[in-house]
């Protein structure tokens, strides 16, 4: 009995130590968030970091770096005064949806593909999302 008493007392007393070390892991992790987001000097140099050519999601700084990735975009003939030769084209509009068309079209999607009816939101103009959420209020 004595024996288990210790066996318990021990099991306990190592629950204890991993639940004290995880409370310190966790303060630990807590202040360096802390003083990343309240310290400008510290979220400067993480954001230099981040967006260096060692982060996850490197700046270009050359022409050439900026040709190799990114969206491809149309090049626009001189069309307007003042328009620089060589200048991407700007994305073009979509055509004015109808808000009943829109609705109706998503109402399928969601009937037929729910996982892929993301995209008909994405492609909605702001204003049609906004009316109805205004409609459901």
């Known amino acids: 009995m004595l024996d288990s008493a210790v066996e318990w007392g021990t099991r306990a007393t190592n ?39 060692e982060g996850p999601y490197p700046v270009y700084e050359s022409e050439a770096e900026l040709e190799t990735r990114g969206y491809p975009t149309q090049q626009m003939e001189a069309g307007y005064q003042g328009m620089v030769a ?19 079209s998503f109402s399928n999607q969601m009937d037929s593909n729910p996982a892929e009816a ?20």
């Open 15 to 53: 629950l204890i130590q991993g639940y004290a070390n995880f409370a310190v892991n966790e303060r630990q992790e807590n202040a360096a968030y802390n003083e990343i987001l309240t310290n400008p000097d510290t979220l400067s140099d993480y954001t230099l970091k981040f967006f260096g050519p």
């Open 118 to 137: 993301w995209r008909l939101l994405n492609q909605a103009q702001p204003q049609t999302v906004a009316n109805k959420l205004f409609v459901m209020e």
């Open 86 to 104: 060589g200048m991407p084209a700007p994305p073009a509009a979509a055509a004015p949806q109808q808000p009943g068309d829109f609705w109706g």
